[in-house]
Nanobody, 123 residues
């Protein structure tokens, strides 16, 4: 059974940085595409970033985080990261990790989701 456990969330001031981690188990990590999504109160879940399977040569970012956030993966540690810099109050949300087959990088249709980690950015 695939399990995803996010960590690294917290409270940070605007302009600060956080690094989220997502540890995966139950599947061959390197075979899977990975993604980060977020959901703010009263809003729908939205894409933040995704990374292709294997060595992660392809990455995709939502316009609202491009240039500020970086997604990466360490297949030896079965972990995907989201480095978040220049945080803004509007980045406040629960951040979710997701995994799926390689095509999920193109379709954004992920099969498994973590429980989420709260990120709060104060002004």
């Amino acid at each position: 059974q695939v399990q995803l456990v996010e960590s690294g969330g917290g409270l940070v001031q605007a302009g600060g940085s956080l690094r989220l981690s997502c540890a995966a188990s139950g599947s061959i990590f390197s075979d899977n595409a990975m993604g980060w999504y977020r959901q703010a109160p009263g809003k729908q879940r939205e894409l933040v970033a995704r990374i292709s399977s294997g060595s992660g040569v392809w990455t995709h970012y939502a316009d609202y985080v491009k240039g500020r956030f970086t997604i990466s993966r360490d297949n030896a540690k079965n972990t995907v990261y989201l480095q978040m810099n220049s945080l803004k109050p509007e980045d406040t949300a629960v951040y979710y990790c997701a995994t799926g087959p390689p095509r999920a990088y193109f379709t954004a249709r992920f099969d498994y989701w973590g429980q989420g980690t709260q990120v709060t950015v104060s002004s």
